[in-house]
Every structure is written in C-alpha cells, then in structure tokens.
C-alpha cells in the first residue's frame, strides 16, 4: 500500500524559506513522477512543480525561480525548497504519485503571514 506523507509546512514570514518533505512508503519514488500541489481557501488545488523519472522539472510561472523540487533516492523522499515566501503561497501542499491510479499525502500547512 503506497503512503506518502508530507511535513515541513510551518508559518513563515514574507521572504522567508520552507522545505516540505514527501517521505514516501509502499512505492519506489525514483520510478515515477512526483509533483507538489497546493490548495488554497476557496480556490481549486493546483499544480506546482513536477520532478520527472529522468530527473527533469517542472515548475508553475508563480514559483519559477523561488521554488526547488527534488527527490532523494536514498531517503525514497521528494522535497520542496521554498525560498522567497509571499502571502500567496500560504495553502495546503500536498504531494502526489503521478500514477494510475494516482496517491496522495495529507498535505501539510503553510502559513505566510508577519
């Protein structure tokens, strides 16, 4: 059974950084895409980066730049490097297995607010 949870999410500051951590059981993480989402208060989840089987990324226009996904085969772990925080990036995060079908974690809080 494939269980993906997540934790790092915390209240920051504008400006300041978060890494969210994917720790992954029941499934080999390097064999599969894995992405991060977020969800916001009355908004729809949305996607935010991607880190592909080969090791490629992608990334949303919103967090080009601040943002920094990668996977750490070792740890069977995907992370999310937050850097530059602003209030629109406050939401739940989720990470997902990009398969059919596919799994997702409970997501963890982040909270962007001085």
């Known amino acids: 059974q494939v269980r993906l949870v997540e934790s790092g999410g915390d209240l920051v500051q504008p400006g300041g950084s978060l890494r969210l951590s994917c720790a992954a059981s029941?499934?080999?993480?390097?064999?599969?895409?894995m992405g991060w989402y977020r969800q916001a208060p009355g908004k729809e989840r949305e996607l935010v980066a991607q880190?592909?089987?080969?090791?490629?990324?992608y990334y949303a226009d919103s967090v080009k730049g601040r943002f920094t996904i990668s996977r750490d085969n070792s740890k069977n772990t995907v992370y999310l490097q937050m850097n530059s925080l602003k209030g629109e990036d406050a939401a739940v995060y989720y990470c997902?297995?990009?398969?059919?079908?596919?799994?997702w974690g409970q997501g963890t809080q982040v909270t962007v607010s001085s």
């Open positions: 029941g499934s080999i993480l390097s064999r599969y895409t």
């Open positions: 880190i592909l089987r080969s090791g490629f990324t």
């Open positions: 997902k297995q990009e398969t059919m079908p596919p799994y």
